[in-house]
């Protein structure tokens, strides 16, 4: 049996007022509505996966928080280079029979990131994976 599983970005765009607070507690230097993008990625659920191992719907709640802050890195490369977004608000959802991880990031809106914001909105890129 082949399980393939995907974690789809929703929802993308300018920051509300409530985000853009959220997002500078994160940052040294306040940032505007203007200097950000916004997009909300599904990042894991209480589903079996490939290799037949699942988060339970209990943990999700506790794991979620534990995202907040954290770094999204482009192919789990780990160095400062391929660091791409940050993760600023969290929760757990219901829907297609499944809990889930809904996380909202911020990228910073620059030249570099053009391309990565258009592929995200083409829905070029949209996989993520929480790396474990």
Known sequence: MK????????????????QLEKI?????????????YVF???????QSDRDHERFSTEALPKLAELFV?????????????KQLARIFET????????????AWAYILRTDKTAELIREI???IKK??????
Not at 40 to 46: E, I
Not at 69 to 81: L, P, Y
Not at 127 to 132: F, I, Q, T
């Open 127 to 132: 996989e993520v994976s929480v790396g474990c």
């Open 121 to 123: 909105e083409a829905g």
């Open 40 to 46: 909300s990625v599904r990042l894991c659920d209480d």
């Open 91 to 102: 929760g757990v959802e219901y829907g297609d029979g499944a809990a889930f991880i809904r």
């Open 3 to 18: 399980v393939t599983k995907a974690a789809d970005v929703e929802l993308s765009g300018a920051p509300s007022k409530e």
């Open 69 to 81: 802050g954290k770094t999204g890195v482009v192919d789990h490369a780990w160095s400062s280079e």
């Open 24 to 36: 500078n507690r994160l940052t040294k230097t306040k940032v505007t509505a203007e200097d950000v």
